[in-house]
């Protein structure tokens, strides 16, 4: 009877957050969380093995889908300068965090959750403003290389937090070199390889498709790098962001494809994922005013850090500008909880901090998007 109500309700909140969203002009993640927490709240959701297994592969889903938003293509047709920028950016933003982290006392896994970055939602922001907005293309960049950093830092934290310090970590740490080195080395091959015979890529994957050949491809080397990830005890996460990258960068004459494959993601699986997120959060504890303290704690780190970090862009954007920027940063829902997850299972964060994490994270988004529009809408 359980696993019944269990299936009924998943499948209302799936079908029936997007128009929650929409209503309520909050991303669907969110409103998801909020639902399976509700839901687990009166007894309709309850721990089960299958739906932790598919929550998880939800999440390995979610990041092929953030690597299939990663186009390496743009760091070579964009100026040297605003890599730059971006890369001193990204520096004084974890300088900051550690400053702040240090000087507060708090959890040292902190240095890896806050500055961390995530393309995710600013996505969403190009569904509301102009793609040729100056700020917001320039939060998809650095947003970009943000969330590359923040991935590799996840895999390196997640063999800490499964080894700890000794032979086993550093075995990870040379896997790991490695692994980067021989896909730098791959990339370059297939580069040279689909240049001189482009008529290969068509091939595997035909414009004419009835056998849907793109999405079995697909499916094939997400699950081949998790697969490896697997053999070499790496962080599974970052096997499936760098298939989501490799199908991004060399099918681009595939439009539909990332199309297809978000239908599916988005529609069942990476749901599933924030639903069970939402199940592990207890409703009982926002009467705990500690617990929404540090919730509101973590929130204003977040997004002050962004804002001190953001002001070496001034000579690039206005002030108004760089405000939103560092806004458009402050919401990495998908990426945060994901790292909350993986540090609350490894016994790294207590129970308290994975709960503030998740509480942070939606209050991030309800508080950055109507903050960005009112500001956006402000004529100076």
Do not use: C
């Amino acid at each position: 009877m359980h696993e019944i109500t269990l299936i009924i309700t998943i499948s209302v909140i799936i079908s029936t957050s997007p128009f929650f969203s929409k209503y309520l002009h909050i991303p669907t993640p969110a409103i998801e969380i909020i639902l399976g927490s509700l839901a687990a709240y009166f007894g309709f959701l309850s721990d089960n093995h299958l739906f932790k297994l598919l929550s998880e592969v939800g999440f390995f889903y979610l990041m092929f889908m953030a690597g299939m938003e990663v186009d390496l293509r743009i760091f070579f047709n964009k100026k040297s300068s605003i890599i730059k920028e971006g890369a001193l950016y990204l520096v004084f933003l974890y300088i900051v965090s550690f400053i702040a982290i240090y000087y507060l006392n708090l959890n040292k896994i902190l240095i890896i959750l806050l500055p961390m970055l995530s393309v995710g939602l600013i996505l969403a922001l190009y569904k509301e403003y102009d793609r040729d907005t100056k700020w917001l293309n320039l939060s998809m960049v650095v947003g970009t290389m943000g969330e590359l950093t923040s991935i590799i830092l996840l895999t390196f934290a997640g063999a800490v937090l499964e080894f700890g310090v000794g032979i086993q970590l550093y075995k990870s740490i040379f896997y790991l070199i490695l692994f980067l080195f021989a896909m730098i080395v791959l990339f370059r091959l297939l580069k040279i390889l689909f240049w001189w015979y482009p008529e290969l890529k068509t091939f595997l994957m035909p414009h004419v498709d009835k056998e849907e050949k793109d999405i079995r491809l697909s499916m094939a080397i997400f699950f081949m790098l998790i697969a490896l990830m697997l053999f070499l005890h790496l962080e599974i996460a970052f096997g499936a962001f760098i298939a989501g990258i490799f199908i991004n960068t060399f099918f681009e004459h595939k439009k539909e494809l990332p199309h297809k494959l978000s239908s599916f993601g988005f529609g069942f699986l990476v749901p599933i994922f924030f639903i069970y997120i939402g199940s592990t959060f207890e409703l009982s504890s926002l009467l705990s005013k500690d617990l929404v303290l540090n919730a509101l704690l973590i929130t204003s780190l977040m997004i002050g850090s962004r804002m001190l970090a953001s002001l070496v862009f001034l000579n690039m954007l206005s002030v108004k500008e760089v405000i939103l920027f560092a806004l458009s940063h402050s919401m990495p829902l998908t990426l945060l909880i994901a790292v909350a997850t993986i540090a609350y299972n490894s016994s790294s964060i207590s129970h308290f901090t994975y709960l503030s994490f998740v509480l942070a994270s939606i209050f991030e988004v309800i508080l950055v998007m109507t903050s960005i529009k009112i500001i956006n809408n402000i004529k100076i």
